[in-house]
């Protein structure tokens, strides 16, 4: 039986498990480990602890936060990895685990897998969803071009804008796109770029590159910068063949920068065409009413005819109506006469002094009828005349005098009515016609009527 003598070493267990992991970590060094995760734990403090494991054991790892914050991707159960670290013991509880600082997914990159897993949580979220993209301004004042300063980029974008549309303002953010930071410069530059009030769109993007060149547009603080945007983003990113996370999430996207400067200005040619047929229709629209309108005044002026010759024939008619009502009561008068001499005539053949009375009496009544048929019919007369002198005053020009106006007539009071300014020319001399009396005057200068 073996004892402990008192020349021999005695370890605690802390200083075994202490011994075991120096010599461990000195023997065994940096490896690479393939496996799969399963019991993957995720802690507030960033760290990350799951199992790895194979079809036979499994070993228990440790991903601190300084290297689990550069991971591209989402670990998850059930993920075949490749975990890059140094084994240890861990000496709290005495056991073996593998302190991981570098992690691969086997089979797809750690860049591809991080675009899908980012891809898929972004579309559940609906940020790709037709409906809430927006349509790009027709007309934009300025345009806002986020991308390096540096790069046949940005030099072709603004050759482009200012050939297309010089009209339109030019605002460009400089950015770092790759490299550490550049997504969140990007993002930066794409909230200040919205603080602009005058700004209508904006382009996010760079030339060509690898994936890893092109990964900060496939990060989420940069979609989630696009999706909030005031103004409508297209995505100018790499070539036609590269996609990235902002193409999705962008209003619409490019194939190439300059591709995105043409697909936010207008043609200033194309415009200007535009305008010129707008304006030779306009045009010809507006002649087409002005000839319209000029021929509705001439058919007016030749419906109404002479003012002074329509007044002659009403007061030819009125004085008319007024003989007709003369003859009328002269008749009636008569008429009434002779009922009377007949009447008497009766009564000095009959006689007696009754039918004498009696006549009286009917010679009374009809003369009260006579006296009352007389001025019902006189009455009725002048309300017939008073009628007509209405209409009369009504339909008269001279009514138009009395209020001020006159009627000029080129030459002397025989000539022409004018109506039109065009007709007369300085130098002109014109009659004017008053609702009493008449007066001569001189033109002096002539203004032709303003097309309204």
């Known amino acids: 039986m073996l004892r402990a003598g008192p020349a021999q070493r005695i370890l605690t267990v802390s200083q075994l498990a202490t011994l075991v992991r120096d010599r461990l970590e000195r023997g065994v060094g940096f490896v690479w480990v393939a496996g799969e995760i399963s019991n993957f734990r995720p802690q507030p403090s960033g760290h990350l602890y799951f199992t790895l494991k194979d079809d036979q054991s499994q070993v228990a790892v440790v991903m601190f936060r300084s290297a689990a914050q550069v991971l591209p991707f989402r670990p998850a159960d059930g993920m075949e990895v490749l975990v890059g670290g140094r084994p240890t013991i861990y000496p709290a509880r005495g056991a073996l685990q593998l302190q991981a600082e570098a992690l ?117 603080v940069v979609a989630r ?37 043409a697909l936010v200005s207008p043609d200033v040619v194309e415009v200007r065409a ?22 509705r005044v001439v058919d007016l002026h030749r419906r109404l005819g002479d003012p002074e010759r329509r007044v002659r024939d009403v007061a030819q008619h ?44 009917r010679l009374d009544h009809a003369g009260e009828r006579l006296r009352f048929a007389l001025a019902v019919g006189v009455r009725q007369a002048r309300a017939r005349l008073e009628h007509a002198v209405g209409r009369l005053d009504a339909l008269s020009p001279l009514a138009c005098l009395a209020r001020g106006y006159a009627i000029v007539r080129k030459g002397d009071a025989g000539g022409a009515v004018v109506s039109d300014a065009a007709t007369l020319a300085a130098g002109d001399t014109v009659a004017l016609v008053f609702a009493r009396g008449r007066a001569r005057a001189l033109i002096d200068a002539t203004e032709p009527a303003k097309e309204t």
Request: aromatic share 4%.
């Open 274 to 295: 535009a305008v010129a047929r707008a304006e030779a229709s306009l045009g010809g629209a507006l002649d087409r009413r002005v000839g319209a309108a000029r021929a």
């Open 318 to 361: 009125l004085d008319e109506l007024a003989a007709r009502i003369r003859h009328a009561l002269i008749r009636k008068v008569a008429w009434e006469r002779r009922e009377v001499t007949t009447a008497s005539a009766r009564l000095v053949r009959s006689g007696p002094e009754p039918g004498l009375r009696r006549a009286a009496e």
């Open 225 to 261: 910068a696009i999706v909030a945007s005031r103004v409508p983003v297209v995505s100018a990113v790499g070539h036609e063949v590269d996609v990235t996370i902002a193409d999705f999430v962008a209003d619409a996207r490019a194939p190439t920068p300059t591709a995105a400067a």
């Open 104 to 220: 691969e997914p086997r089979g797809l990159g750690a860049l591809q897998l991080a675009f899908e897993q980012l891809k898929a949580r972004l579309g559940k979220e609906g940020l790709f969803a037709a409906e809430r993209k927006r349509r790009l301004p027709r007309y934009p004042r300025a345009i806002g071009i986020v991308t390096a300063l540096r790069g046949a980029a940005i030099h072709d974008m603004r050759m482009t804008l200012r050939k297309r549309w010089p009209l339109g303002r030019i605002v460009v953010r400089a950015v770092r796109v790759q490299g550490d930071g550049a997504a969140r410069e990007i993002a930066a530059a794409i909230a200040e770029l919205n603080r602009i009030s005058w700004l209508d769109v904006l382009v996010v993007g760079r030339g060509g590159g690898s994936l890893e060149d092109l990964w900060a547009f496939n990060e989420e």
